[in-house]
């Protein structure tokens, strides 16, 4: 199929809903149909009302199909249950009197954020009322015009999902990234702190990304960079990495540290979290792939990198140390999950146990540099997703299949492959990358510092000391008193 | 009174043997403590900790006079793995000991 120029300019439709489109619209080859097609994805991200009866006389009429809004919904509870997941993960690290406390900083946001992205977050990211390819519109603020009155109609013809479902599915990626930033900063953030920067970093850098990369932005296969990111690679892990960085070098280390470090209070924890993120994955990268009859690949990809990356990691210390962790078998198969989630459908089954391998040695190494540096990025967040979240990217760009990576659905990225190959591709996910560092660290340094003339960033030293769990919720996780 | 320091894995030999000897209740409870074992070097990703305080059992039991020799010898036996870290024995004298639920007084409350 000759790739036809169905866009001019930054105003482009939303990319992900693009994948649909390919199922239902593979025979139509008309230009004009498909030309349709996007201007019908912009009706459904509530940009403009009026344009949708010329249009929809165009199309054949979309058909909610029960099994891919079904995978989305299924999808929608898998990616829900990774921030108690990851709650487990970085809980099982701290010590125990702030367990509840670094617990609390992601499962909260299944409150703060669950209600920010149905007001406003979701219309920032998918909607095109700005016409902007940095950032959407208000036009779908509270959810208005998606979907229709039960939200059970597909987002525009040519997309057999409802809408209701694609919102609520991308509403739980929005969830889990700021909560991904918690582990650099654990255990001495005021939780003041902490809900008014999750607040504003959702909206002035989440929303954004998810624009730029899925929804026909600036860094997407419609923009002018042409990268391609499969469930998130560049959206959730490299931005939640970054923003941890950035968030750990401004708030500083903890008081006590590294003079008297402490082991993880809760091994088992950790592999209870580190479970059910692989589970819950299934559903980021899986789902991710908008059709019922072909998620199975991205889900197989997505197990066999996390397989390969645990038993890097295993492997690694086995013959550095002479034993395989615990804890190092929850981090690989973690590293792997976030190494191969940017090409969870672009790469072939060999590939993806290459990238989780390789994701996890760079990780490991990553992480005793971090210890050697004594930088107290406290949990690993930087080292895990953003350096993992780097790797998966740039190889991606490398190991891409070509026939994976379709014209139709990314006209850039396929063009750049068809003139460059894979280190045309490698150019553009490097360039993606190295505008998302900038974009998320930049934003993120001044979102702090503007926090920090309203309240203090930390607890001070004495809390530190009491511990977070009593200071900030006057509870405490294992209280001997209690029987 | 005898305070026994010992590895977790061994109170229950500890119980058999004085249970044996027909001492009839004893107290234990979660200790951490370092002597010459020191402590254990444990890695997570890498990165080496240090745990200086070990777990042990406190074992307390109360028994007269006559049977402290023979229950020294028993907790050593049960205890012992011949390995630093197998833990200390403190004997101390009790003043008077009370039953709480009969007000008992002196060896009748053990």
């Not at chain 1, 809408?163 to 739980?172: D, T």
Request: net charge neutral.
């Amino acid at each position: 199929m000759a790739f036809v120029p169905l866009v001019s300019g930054g105003f482009t439709p939303l990319t992900v809903f693009d994948r649909w489109r390919r199922r239902f619209l593979a025979g139509v080859q008309d230009p004009q149909l498909r030309r349709s097609a996007f201007v019908m994805i912009g009706i459904a991200a509530g940009l403009a009302p009026l344009m949708a009866g010329a249009a929809h006389a165009a199309l054949p009429k979309a058909v909610n199909d029960g099994a891919d809004t079904l995978l989305m919904l299924i999808g929608s509870a898998l990616v829900l249950l990774m921030t108690p997941g990851l709650a487990f993960f970085y809980g099982g690290f701290t010590r125990s009197k702030n367990v509840l406390n670094t617990m609390m900083m992601s499962f909260f946001l299944m409150g703060l954020i669950g209600v920010l992205w149905v007001v406003i977050g979701y219309s920032l990211a998918f909607d095109s009322g700005f016409k902007s390819p940095f950032i959407g519109g208000l036009g779908a603020m509270w959810m208005n015009g998606v979907g229709g009155e039960f939200g059970d109609a597909p987002l525009a013809d040519g997309f057999n999902l409802s809408a209701s479902s694609f919102a609520l599915f991308q509403g739980m990626f929005a969830i889990i990234t700021p909560a991904l930033i918690s582990g650099a900063i654990v255990e001495r953030v005021s939780f003041k702190a902490w809900f008014w920067f999750c607040l504003i970093w959702s909206l002035l850098i989440y929303s954004p990304m998810a624009k730029m990369v899925w929804g026909g932005g600036f860094l997407g296969p419609f923009g002018s960079i042409g990268a391609i990111d499969f469930a998130g690679g560049t959206v959730v892990h490299i931005a939640s990495g970054v923003a941890a960085l950035v968030a750990a070098a401004i708030i500083g280390e903890r008081s006590t540290w590294p003079n008297s470090k402490r082991p993880p209070h809760n091994v088992p924890f950790i592999l209870l979290g580190a479970g059910l993120l692989w589970f819950g994955w299934f559903g980021f990268n899986g789902a991710s792939m908008f059709a019922a009859k072909t998620a199975g690949y991205p889900f197989l990809t997505t197990t066999t990198s996390a397989s390969a990356g645990l038993l890097a990691w295993c492997l690694i210390e086995w013959f550095k140390d002479g034993k395989p962790t615990a804890v190092g078998a929850a981090t690989g198969a973690v590293a792997g999950l976030v190494g191969i989630t940017p090409g969870a459908g672009f790469v072939y089954i060999p590939q993806s146990i290459l990238i989780g391998a390789l994701t996890a040695l760079a990780c490991f190494i990553a992480v005793q540099i971090k210890a050697a540096i004594k930088f107290d990025d406290s949990l690993d967040t930087f080292m895990v997703h953003g350096v993992g979240g780097t790797v998966g990217a740039l190889l991606t760009g490398i190991l891409a299949a070509k026939s994976l990576v379709s014209a139709d659905y990314f006209p850039l990225s396929a063009k750049i492959m068809e003139e460059g190959g894979n280190a045309g591709l490698f150019i553009a996910q490097f360039k993606a990358v190295l505008f998302t560092y900038g974009f998320v660290g930049l934003g993120t340094a001044l979102i702090l510092w503007f926090l920090k003339l309203f309240m203090p960033l930390r607890v001070n030293e004495n809390d530190e000391e009491r511990g977070l769990d009593f200071v900030a919720h006057g509870e405490e996780a294992y209280d001997p008193m209690t029987n | 009174m005898i305070t026994a320091l010992v590895r977790p894995s061994k109170v229950d030999a500890v119980k058999t043997a004085l249970v044996a000897l027909d001492i009839v209740g004893m107290t234990v409870s979660d200790v951490r403590g370092f002597g010459r074992q020191k402590g254990q070097v444990e890695r997570y990703r890498g990165n080496e900790f240090t745990v200086d305080f070990l777990l042990k059992s406190k074992i307390l039991v109360v028994v007269d006079d006559a049977k402290v020799e023979t229950a020294i010898q028993a907790i050593t036996e049960a205890a012992r793995t011949g390995e630093i870290g197998d833990g200390k024995i403190f004997v101390n004298s009790v003043e008077t000991a009370i039953r709480i639920r009969t007000g008992d007084r002196g060896d009748s409350a053990l």
